[in-house]
């Protein structure tokens, strides 16, 4: 098993940035991919940024392309998520994710992103 929870979420006005947390406890050593979903009301759940550990790969959504980044800290066994120029449609619950090598992925209990003016 692991447990993911997400921290650095808040109000933030357009332009700004915004630092995303996730650290991992548990079953870490399992897991091969992190990264980030979001979901803003009355929307589907859209992946956002995620990072490959063993084949080094991170890969981002086209609307956040060049503004996030995604990174991480292998000795807190944390992923985090840059958020840079952030747009009023960047506003969503941004959820954590954990990929093992078989079973289903983990996921964390989601932390609002609010973008306004």
């Known amino acids: 098993q692991v447990q993911l929870v997400e921290s650095g979420g808040g109000l933030v006005q357009i332009g700004g940035s915004l630092s995303l947390s996730c650290a991992a406890s548990?079953?870490?050593?399992?897991?091969?991919?992190m990264g980030w979903y979001r979901q803003a009301p009355g929307k589907q759940r859209e992946l956002v940024a995620f990072?490959?550990?063993?084949?080094?790969?991170?890969n981002y959504s086209d609307s956040v392309k060049g503004r996030f980044t995604i990174s991480r800290d292998a000795s807190k066994n944390t992923v985090n998520l840059q958020m840079n120029n952030l747009k009023r449609e960047d506003t969503a619950v941004y959820y954590c994710?954990?990929?093992?090598?078989?079973?289903?992925?983990?996921w964390g209990q989601g932390t609002q992103v609010t973008v306004s003016s």
């Open positions: 990072s490959n550990f063993l084949r080094q790969i991170t």
């Open positions: 994710y954990a990929i093992p090598p078989t079973g289903n992925p983990y």
């Open positions: 548990g079953a870490t050593f399992s897991v091969n991919v």
